[in-house]
């Protein structure tokens, strides 16, 4: 996935919670800057994930698959 698919999916959600392109940009660079990493390269007219943005997009979807399958079966009980 690259930055301009991730940009738009983070658009769409944080559309919700009315946050602009800006902000968004911002988060990404607090986030950078907090873990010490760069997680996407800048390529002519694309972003990509660096090796270790893909790392942390991976994991962060197996923990939000473990979290809403933990509050899927708390539902259940």
């Known amino acids: 996935m690259c930055f301009n698919d991730l940009l738009h999916t983070f658009m ?9 392109k800006p902000t968004i ?20 007219g694309n972003s990509t994930f660096t090796k270790k943005g893909q790392l942390l997009k991976n994991r962060l979807v197996v923990i939000n698959e473990y979290i809403d399958d933990l509050l899927q079966s708390l539902d259940n009980k």
Do not use: G, K, M
């Open 25 to 44: 940009t911002q988060h990404i660079y607090y986030l950078e800057n907090d873990l010490e990493v760069t997680l996407f390269q800048n390529q002519v």
């Open 12 to 20: 769409r959600c944080l559309q919700a919670l009315t946050l602009s």
